[in-house]
């Protein structure tokens, strides 16, 4: 085997390996019923049957709920349809005795049907059979009714009872309807119309018409066994087509002014501009009988009930798929162009095709033994591109020529050919770029070990080439002037398809990276983005209108560009595109995107090449509506809760709401946002999420606001919001009477503690004080008795010397006055504060006594304020300074002594001065080393006395003691602030 037919080779075997993982691993991305597709068919139809939840494989009536679900009426129950579950209207089975044949939605949420075989009653809530009522006609609140016998008759809406309006004699009717004038009633044998007073206004001998309808314009259309007819408001008849064999019309629906649906046991017969057609099991319609068709008008679905093949979803094909050759149904087409007057599409097997996009067909234009990989077309030549091969030229079905040389191209594998504005021809490669002013002088003039695959000339003439690791900007000149990479936040492995927008912004689709937007110099990558659910894979990016739609592996999804501005610019925070797949109309929702080319607008129509032949969409409109939010069920821990009340038991640990939505359109891609507010806390809406069951789990005690909305293709940014309020009761040690009685009870604890450690601390200050009371009187007590033994040694010398010196008389008054003096000195042991008439008295007798032992004698003078008498002072205060003057001063010199002791007042401070003339305190000091140690303890005794004063007594007492000139010393104490103003 060659090289290049081996390059071939492994190139198809590569393909379709790829195309086998991709169907493989994206075949139930979006699964939605059973499906059944028909390439020659108008639908694509999902399936649920029993295997669903459908209660019973026969359905006789389908209509819509006032909340957007479906209900149906089948032979073993009613229920609702979501698009995801059934869920039987009632638990009880009292009213499962009766089939109901329609289903009316009456005033009070009530729901009533006609029974099978004859009667009307009332389902929901409560079950009660009514009456005899065979058919209803509901307009508005009223109802109107036949029955077997013949009467017509009317209820209001409100009552359980009928009134009769006339008696029109026909037994056994076939079908019935209200008109303006009065009613239509059929049976076997004709026709009959009625005013409002049961008169006959016309009779039509038309046998066994099963169904009549009114149509949009007001005529009426009705069918019997063999033909359809129509009758217009004059009550004319015309035959508008014959069944060919016996049919039996079950229902009958308008979708268009010439455009009807009719079910019957012959499959589903299609009735447009008066030409039948019909879907049966011979043409691939899962069944032949139907019983009744629904159209859901927001999610463009046919709803058909069949008698034996569930309920059926018919999805109107927005993609029509290629019809001939069949050989080219399952071929893998790549690159598709506009060639003259034809459409051209290559595939990978050797063949371009001619299309026909008006009638969807293909036939052969080129066959080749080339490995084809991409189309385009300059001046009427093709340039198609190959695996392995170059470029082969063609002129209509001929091959004129190829590139496939060295110097002309970087690599013979060619994924595109691009001419721009200038005419000049590039071309990418699987190893770099070519570029040439025309066909004949292609040369190489970029080379790169990476994947060309896409071009996009901007406005500016700027040409941007997609590569497998980014994007090539290159001037109109040809010279790179911007690389976009990894380096700059792309993680996609090809960049594909380009748009540039009325702004000037770059968007760009790439494989396995979905889209990116350039702009100001900034990249910015939307699927990166939060709620972003755009596909990774972006292979084209089309303009359509207001949208724009982009293929992929999962099929085509579009968006509008308005919201993917918002998106970008943070406007809305979720982008949710609409999807286009196999319920759609696709055979395959793989479509090819790794070749340039690989799309084509013809007219209204868009060409996709895929896996599995051409796809031609050219219905790309969706008229979606807000979506409702209902809830289904709620269950609390794991239970179906059924009542009315929203308070939950303190041993709730989970709460699950199920919810459902009115949307059915399967292309509508619908995620749930939710959250939690406790009163007076807010939270943020979570992440979106496609399950619309939320569980709430170990929520505490308290009121809750559970906020659900559902984000849809809408992309709207006020989406519709169900709010579900519940309580979660609290413990009875969480309750708050329970938290109010312990809280008074730790208050009172906590206050009961206070007071007793206040008390405590009360208690241990006045305890602490009175013996610091105690103490200070010890203290002041030890001071005293430090004191007096130094005088009374020295009293007792002085009366010793008296006796040995024989002066007994003189002996004799000396201790009178001395036992005069101790014993006033004992009344003042118990006091620290005696008067100062007191305290002079005291130091008089002191005084007198002191004089015995000195001669010559000296003098004692003592000056104080009359007002100053009463007064108390501490005692034994100026004794001690009195001692030192009359020791240490007087007793030293030759001269006649005198000391002088002063009390007086300035303002409210008392002075007290005593003065001496004797040697002075500095010589005293300076010689006698003796005297200063005894001066220096006197005065230490004084301080402390002071000290002790000032911090029990509060006491501001100041002195100082210095010489007194001539000689001799001063002693000054001043009591500040110790005077009462108004005793001085």
């Given amino acids: 085997m060659n090289k290049v037919y081996s390059n071939k080779f492994f190139c198809g075997i590569f393909i379709l390996l790829i195309s086998l993982l991709f169907n493989e691993s994206h075949a139930h991305e979006y699964v939605y019923g059973n499906k059944i597709q028909n390439p020659q068919s108008d639908f694509t139809i999902s399936k649920f049957t029993i295997k669903q939840g459908l209660p019973q494989n026969q359905i006789q009536f389908i209509k819509e709920f006032k909340d957007g679900r479906i209900i149906l009426s089948t032979i073993n129950g009613i229920c609702t349809f979501d698009g995801k579950t059934f869920s039987m209207i009632k638990t009880n089975n009292q009213y499962r005795k009766f089939v109901f044949n329609e289903l009316f939605f009456l005033k009070n949420n009530r729901i009533s049907g006609t029974v099978y075989n004859g009667g009307f009653a009332h389902i929901y809530p409560k079950f009660k059979k009514i009456n005899n009522n065979h058919f209803i006609i509901q307009e508005g609140d009223f109802l109107y009714g036949l029955a077997l016998n013949g ?460 896996i599995e032949g051409l796809l031609f969409f050219d219905n790309y409109t969706n008229n979606l509506e807000k979506t409702v939010l209902i809830l289904k069920k709620l269950f609390v821990n794991d239970t179906l809760y059924l009542e009315k009340s929203r308070e939950f038991s303190p041993q709730t640990v989970q709460v699950n709401f199920m919810f459902s939505s009115n949307q059915f359109d399967p292309g509508n891609l619908i995620y749930y946002q939710y959250k939690i507010n406790k009163k007076g806390k807010n939270s943020d809406w979570s992440s979106l999420q496609l399950n619309s069951n939320i569980s709430l789990k170990l929520l505490p005690p308290g009121e809750y606001e559970l906020s659900v909305r559902a984000i849809d293709s809408n992309n709207d940014p006020n989406p519709l919001v169900l709010k579900e309020y519940f309580y979660i009761k609290p413990h009875y040690y969480q309750s708050i009477p329970f938290l109010i009685i312990v809280s008074f009870l730790l208050l009172f604890l906590i206050i009961s503690i206070v007071v007793f450690q206040l008390r405590s601390i009360e208690k241990k200050k006045i305890e602490e004080e009175k013996w610091k009371t105690q103490i200070g009187k010890l203290q002041i007590d030890a001071i005293h008795a430090r004191m007096d033994p130094h005088f009374m040694f020295n009293a007792l010398n002085t009366i010793k010397y008296l006796l040995v010196s024989k002066k007994n008389i003189e002996a004799e008054n000396l201790l009178n006055r001395f036992s005069l003096l101790l014993r006033k000195y004992l009344n003042y042991s118990d006091t620290n504060y005696v008067l100062v008439s007191e305290e002079i008295e005291l ?93 220096s303890r006197g005065i230490s005794l004084i301080k402390d006395k002071i000290n002790y004063l000032k911090h029990n007594d509060g006491l501001n007492i100041e002195w100082a003691m210095k010489p007194f000139s001539p000689n001799g010393t001063v002693v000054e104490l001043v009591f500040r602030n110790y005077l009462d103003p108004d005793l001085i």
């Fill in 843 to 935: 130091l008089s007798l002191y005084v007198e006594i002191e004089k015995q032992r000195f001669s010559p004698s000296f003098e004692f003078d003592v000056l104080c304020d009359q007002n100053l008498n009463g007064i108390k002072i501490p005692s034994m205060l100026i004794q001690p300074f009195l001692e030192n003057a009359i020791i240490h001063g007087i007793s030293q010199i030759k001269y006649s002594g005198k000391i002088s002791l002063s009390f007086k007042h300035n303002e409210n401070d008392l002075i007290i001065i005593l003065t001496d003339n004797g040697i002075g305190i500095n010589i005293t000091q300076k010689n006698v080393s003796k005297i200063s140690a005894h001066i």
């Fill in 151 to 610: 009467e017509v008759n009317w209820n209001n809406g409100k009552d359980d009872y009928f009134k009769k309006i006339f008696d029109s004699k026909i037994t056994n009717p076939i079908s019935f309807l209200k008109i303006n004038q009065g009613f239509i009633i059929s049976n076997k044998d004709k026709i009959n119309i009625f005013n409002i007073k049961g008169e006959i206004i016309k009779a039509i001998q038309i046998k066994l018409v099963s169904k009549i309808i009114k149509t949009k314009k007001g005529d009426f259309l009705f069918a019997n066994a063999q033909s359809i007819f129509k009758m217009d408001k004059q009550f004319s008849i015309k035959k508008i087509t014959d069944f060919n064999e016996f049919t039996y019309v079950a229902d009958i629906l308008q979708l268009k002014s010439d455009l009807y649906y009719i079910a019957s046991n012959r499959g589903l017969i299609k009735l447009e501009k008066n030409q039948l057609k019909i879907y049966n099991l011979e043409n691939g319609f899962p069944t032949n009988n139907i019983s009744t068709i629904f159209y859901h008008k927001k999610s463009d679905i046919l709803m058909v009930g069949t008698r034996d093949n569930g309920l059926l979803f018919l999805h109107f094909n927005k993609f029509k798929p290629l019809s001939t050759p069949k050989e080219a149904l399952n071929t893998s087409f790549l690159s598709i162009v506009r060639y003259k007057n034809t459409i051209l599409s290559a595939t990978n097997v050797n063949n371009i095709y001619s299309v026909n996009s008006k009638n969807k067909t293909a036939e052969e234009f080129i066959t080749d033994p080339y490995y084809f990989s991409s189309l385009a077309v300059v001046n009427d030549t093709i340039l198609a591109g190959t695996w392995g091969d170059g470029i082969i030229l063609f002129k209509e079905k001929q091959k004129v020529g190829n590139v496939n040389l060295s110097t002309e191209l970087p690599d013979l594998n060619v994924h595109g050919v691009f001419q721009d504005s200038k005419k000049r021809i590039w071309v990418a490669t699987s190893n770099g770029l070519s570029i040439g002013k025309n066909l004949k002088n292609i040369k190489v003039f970029f080379r790169k070990n990476e994947k060309f695959i896409s071009f996009y000339e901007l406005k500016n003439k700027n040409i941007c080439v997609g590569s497998s690791e980014g994007i090539y900007i290159f001037d109109s000149n040809a010279r790179l002037i911007k690389t976009l990479g990894k380096k700059d936040g792309y993680y996609g492995t090809e960049v594909r398809s380009f748009y540039e927008d009325y702004e000037g912004k770059l968007w760009f689709g790439s494989y396995n990276g979905g889209l990116y937007c350039y702009h100001k110099n900034s990249l910015v990558s939307l699927n990166k983005k939060k709620n972003c659910q755009l596909p990774q894979d972006v292979f084209t990016l089309i303009k359509k209108g207001n949208h724009l739609f982009m293929s992929g592996n999962l099929g085509v999804f579009s968006i509008k560009e308005k919201d993917l501005n918002n998106f970008y610019y943070n406007r809305i925070n979720y982008l949710i595109p609409y999807h286009y797949a196999e319920y759609s109309g696709m055979i395959n929702s793989e479509l090819n995107g790794g070749f340039f080319n690989n799309h084509l607008i013809e007219e209204n129509t868009i060409i996709f090449p895929s």
